[in-house]
């Protein structure tokens, strides 16, 4: 997957870094580029005058663009005007590979982000859902190894004070406590997880290097035999 363009969705600021902020470190690592949706202001929640500073803090620590979606925070609905900005991110970005909430959610802007995403994204071969912690059921079968990658999603969301100083969902140690349990599950140190609506692997095979052998051009004489060596 490198090499690729990579979108992540979230409701609201701090929600992508919350769900899939270790992974989008790990694709700007490979090489892939990276690039935050966030679909409204975060008005509705404490802190909100410092919330478009603070997801652009964010941003640069995950070495992520930043878009917003101009929507307001908990009015958010499917519909054609939200599945347009969703589609506009996709066609700009031309990304391979998304990433956004999980459609059972207990948010109504999380199950609309979710909902809107899907529709736009009817043709892209590899759709991720993360997890929030007001999802309501999540059934994850794909990992990422983030052991790398984990104190950089805490730098993310450190960017995010109002947040952080506000909330339980976003403290340090439930952060990685999260890590340390997909990461059990998946048998690594520490992972992010995923649940899939698609997922397709490439499974091209990567160029191969030069061979370096070469098959000289000059006639070499057999051994010479003695008799008792024929006998």
Not at 42 to 47: L, Q
């Amino acid at each position: 997957m490198a090499g690729k363009s990579v979108l992540a969705v979230g409701a609201h600021p701090d929600d992508v870094e919350l769900g899939c902020g270790a992974t989008l470190l790990a694709h700007a690592a490979a090489g892939d580029l990276v690039t935050m949706l966030v679909m409204t202001g975060g008005e509705s929640g404490p802190g909100t005058a410092n919330r478009h500073l603070e997801q652009r803090s964010a941003a640069a620590v995950l070495g992520a663009g930043l878009r917003w979606g101009g929507l307001v925070d908990c009015s958010m609905v499917a519909d054609i005007g939200t599945v347009a900005v969703v589609e506009q991110a996709l066609a700009e970005t031309a990304a391979d590979l998304v990433y956004v909430h999980a459609p059972e959610d207990s948010h109504q802007d999380h199950r609309a982000a979710a909902a809107a995403t899907l529709s736009a994204a009817r043709r892209l071969a590899r759709v991720l859902h993360y997890q929030s912690p007001s999802t309501l059921s999540f059934t994850p079968t794909v990992f990422v190894d983030v052991t790398a990658h984990l104190s950089g999603k805490l730098a993310a969301l450190a960017a995010h004070t109002s947040q952080v100083e506000n909330s339980p969902m976003v403290e340090p140690d439930a952060v990685q406590a999260s890590a340390r349990h997909w990461g059990a599950q998946a048998r690594i140190g520490f992972a992010e997880a995923f649940q899939p609506t698609r997922m397709v692997l490439d499974l091209a095979p990567a160029p191969r290097p030069a061979d370096r052998r070469r098959v000289s051009s000059r006639v070499v004489p057999a051994p010479h035999r003695t008799a008792a060596a024929t006998r």
